[in-house]
Each structure stands twice: as structure tokens, then as C-alpha cells.
């Protein structure tokens, strides 16, 4: 984040900020369209443009409709000015993207987690070597590298991590990655990323009221209230996979029993199938794909878990309806494509649990980007990096 000691330094920096989300947010936009829109006069929104033109993160793409005078030439953002590289860490996987601003796909590769190691600096040194040599692979862009999105289930402090699902502690993520890019590093957690996704690409575009919940190999939400991310008081709001919802229930990776999260993610799909088939002694693992494959084959067993797993889904986003009355909830589903398997059993529990002067106006849905929200996730951190409201430092 910018911080600068003056006003006109301040102002001039805020003005391109605005300038440039609103040309993203409006795919085609004139130039006299964003002056009137940001109430700018002329002169200024024509020297933002030469700017952003020169620095290509802005396109002219045509002529717009004529209102009596001269037609408008239309702007675009320009998606193909920079890469972004996108990082997905989940227990199962590591999944690396190299995208252009709008998500588009130039390289991928998914590595298997290192389960067995607690200590993940080797396998952060192999992800930053993988990305390296790819990069170099690339076309030439522009602004090069714009930046670095990585997505962690956990809890993210000052660029240092602490994840139950990783098994890791005080993990310093975003120096390892620093000290070999030179571009923004940002990390955030992956319910933050979903919702900052879906406002950017998807269904939370313009909405002022959203809680964004985060099935994975976590459960965690992250949250708009009045167009803005609640983040709490030291940043770690959303922790809603560990609200209770059973006093003596099953023992979660956080060492409490009975919290959602052990109830509906991943682990517990899978937990609760291996307990229904008796499956623990299999010399083969029970993944999530066994799971979800099995389910779509019609198999009892596995129809029942993910049965189980919706009501409970259902049952906790009914108490974050309750709780926090919000226009829209996204419920971004990390679980495989069983989505149709899951809606049945979360909406009877949801119409019993949520109250209805609540539910009458509020709309649930799945997300309509998961195939694409870990580049989609990922690439929005990076673009809510750079459109970041800039900070002025106080005189001493």
C-alpha cells in the first residue's frame, strides 16, 4: 500500500485508482462518460488517460454513439498488459496459474502436497522455481509481472501464515517469494480471495451486503457488509468453521469438538465415508475425487456423506443469515462437481433454520466460477492490490 506525505500526491494517485476500477468495472467507458460519472473536469480525466494509455493498462477500442457532437472514442481496460502468477495451497494440492488481468490461461501445473514434512521450505522453494522458469518462458508483456496472488486456508498475518489444514506455523510465505520476484506479493486466505473474485468476475459484482462461504479443505466465510470486507479487529474475521454447532461432537483439526468445519470440508466428506464403508484399512487412500466419483455413481454411501454434509451447510449458513442479514450469500463449493447432489438436503435445512423475515429477500446461491475461481481468486488479489485506496502519512 502507497502512503504519501502530501495532498496532491494523494489526490493525483486516488483519481488514477478511480479512474482505472471504473474502466474495469464498465468493460466500455468514454472519456467523458468517467469525468461525469467521478465528477472530474475534462482536462484532468484527459491527462489520467494519457497516462494509463502510455502505460497500456488502458485501450482505445472504438467510437461510441454520438449525443449531438463529436462521437466518444470507447476505453477498455487492458487485460493483456501484465501476467499475474496465481498460487492455490490446499492440503491435497498445490496448484500454480500464470494469467493475464482477466484470468486467461498461459501456464499450469499441479503439485502434490508435501504431507509429510512439517516444515513446507522445500516445497516453497520448488513452487518459486517452477513459476521462475515458466515466466521466463513466457511473451513479453508490457508491465511484466504485475503480481502474485497466493491463496492459503488459514490465517494470514503481515504476510506470514498459520494453517491448521497446512500444518503450518508461522510460515514467513510472502519473504521466500520476495526475495525472487520483484512485483507485489500478496496472500490472503481463501475465503477472502473467493469473495474478492466473485465481486471482481462474478455473482457479488456490485453488491453491498454479501457473506462469501468457502467449502474446501476449510470452511471459512469472508464477508461484505455496506460495500466493505469485515476484517475485524486484528484482521482474522470469518473464522465461522470453528463455530460450535455441537458441544461433544467430532474432534477438529483445531483440537475443539463440534465445530462446523468438522462437519462440512473436505476432510469431512471424507471422514464420514470412510466411517459409513469402513474403509480405513484400504491400502489405497480415500480422496475427495473417490468420494464425489462415487457419489455421482449413485453410491449409497457416499450419497449419504455428502447428504450430511449439506445439512450441515445449510444449518451454519442459516446462522450467518440469522446473524447477519445479508442481500446475497456465494457459496463457493471447492467439493467436485456434486453441487446438484448437495442443493436438495442444504435447502431444507436452510428454509427450516433461517427465519423468515430473514430468508424472504436474501439469494443463495453456488458459485458460477468455481472452475475458475483459484485464477480468478488469485488474479483479483492482485487487481484489489493495485486499485487500493492510497494513504496519506501524517506530518511529523
Known sequence: MKTYSGNHSFLKELNIITTLRLIQEKILISRAALADTLGLNR???????????????????????SKGGRPPTLLQFNSDAAYTISIDWSFENVKLFITNLGGDLFFSRTLDADKTNNNPVEQIHQVIQILTDAYQQLPSKHMGLLGIGIIVPGIVEQGVVNSYSLNWS??????????????PIVVNNDANAGLIAESYFGSAKGEQNVCYIRV??????????????????????????????DLNGRKCV????GCWEAYTSEHALIQRYVELTGTKSRSEPITLETVTTAAQRSDPHAIRAVHELSEYLGLGTANLVNLL????????NALGNIENLMVPSFE?????????????NVRVQFSTITERSITLGATALVLDALFSTPHIKPRA
Open 43 to 65: 482536462s484532468t480525466i484527459t491527462a489520467i488517460i494519457n497516462e494509463l494509455l502510455q502505460q497500456q493498462l488502458v485501450k482505445e477500442v472504438g467510437i461510441g454513439a
Open 170 to 183: 508461522s510460515v514467513p510465505l510472502v519473504s521466500y517469494f520476495s526475495d525472487k520476484f520483484e512485483c
Open 216 to 245: 474446501g479443505s476449510s470452511l471459512s466465510a469472508a464477508i461484505i457488509v455496506n460495500g466493505q470486507i469485515v476484517q475485524g479487529d486484528d484482521g482474522f474475521a470469518g473464522r465461522v468453521g470453528h463455530n460450535t454447532i
Open 254 to 257: 483445531c483440537g475443539n469438538k
Open 325 to 332: 442479514n445479508p442481500k446475497l450469500i456465494v457459496i463457493g
Open 348 to 360: 431444507g435445512v436452510f428454509r427450516q433454520r433461517a427465519l423468515p423475515f430473514l430468508r424472504r
